[in-house]
């Protein structure tokens, strides 16, 4: 392929509870394909799932017909860090062609995103155009992360301390969207970014 006519990929990111998700529809509302690692997990992880028995045969016990049992998966692998490799190491190859098939279909768009909840943590930025952090004020995180069911105080520090703080994401953005404001502001944010990038040559 020739790079100079392929799209422009950008990587998206946030810590949790930063309306990453929000902000991925509004690139999609917009025309610009998306990525979502998140969810090609799950389909690889759900009925029939390419995926199934590899992490049935690596942890016993932890699927069922529908799939991926999340809970019993997620107590097998959290807070170990060799469980959690082991778990990594069928999941990401996996991703990582499900990523190619994507770029494959949407080679022609001028502009295209990965949501990648872990880049900086995990996947770093190699192969992007550019990366957007998607950032909102700490107390209005901390009040949507709590809202969701099954969330505690505890699981919410648990998880903030496996990610890299969101001033260092921040930091290492070429652009931030700040979810800490209204829908049709940040709406502003993503087209401004779309306009600069699908639109430049």
Same mark, same amino acid.
């Given at each position: 392929m020739n790079r100079a006519a392929a799209p422009k990929i950008l990587g998206l990111t946030g810590s949790i509870g930063m309306g990453k998700s929000t902000?991925? @529809?509004?690139?999609?509302?917009? @025309?610009? =394909?998306?990525?979502?690692? #998140?969810?090609? $997990?799950?389909?690889?992880?759900g009925p029939g799932g390419l995926l199934v028995a590899a992490i049935e045969a690596a942890f016993p016990g932890t699927t069922g017909p529908e799939g991926v049992i999340r809970q019993k998966l997620g107590a097998a692998v959290f807070g170990d860090k060799a469980e959690l490799a082991r778990l990594e190491g069928i999941v990401h190859p996996a991703v990582a062609e499900a990523r190619r098939r994507f770029m494959a279909t949407h080679g022609s768009a001028p502009l295209v995103v990965f949501d990648i909840p872990l880049l900086y943590e995990k996947t770093g930025d190699r192969g992007l155009d550019g990366v957007v952090v998607v950032s909102a004020p700490a107390e209005a995180q901390r009040a949507r992360v709590l809202a969701r069911? @099954?969330?505690?105080?505890? +699981?919410?520090?648990? !998880?903030?301390?496996?990610? $890299? =703080? #969101?001033?260092? +994401?921040?930091?290492?953005?070429?652009? $931030? !969207? #700040?979810? @800490?404001?209204?829908l049709q502001e940040t709406r502003r944010q993503v087209g401004r970014i779309v306009d600069a990038l699908a639109g430049s040559e």
């Open positions: 902000v991925a @529809g509004m690139f999609r509302a917009l @025309g610009v =394909p998306v990525f979502d690692a #998140d969810a090609t $997990v799950h389909e690889l992880q069911p @099954g969330m505690t105080a505890e +699981k919410f520090q648990q !998880i903030l301390t496996l990610q $890299v =703080p #969101d001033a260092e +994401k921040r930091a290492r953005a070429d652009f $931030v !969207i #700040d979810t @800490g404001t209204t």
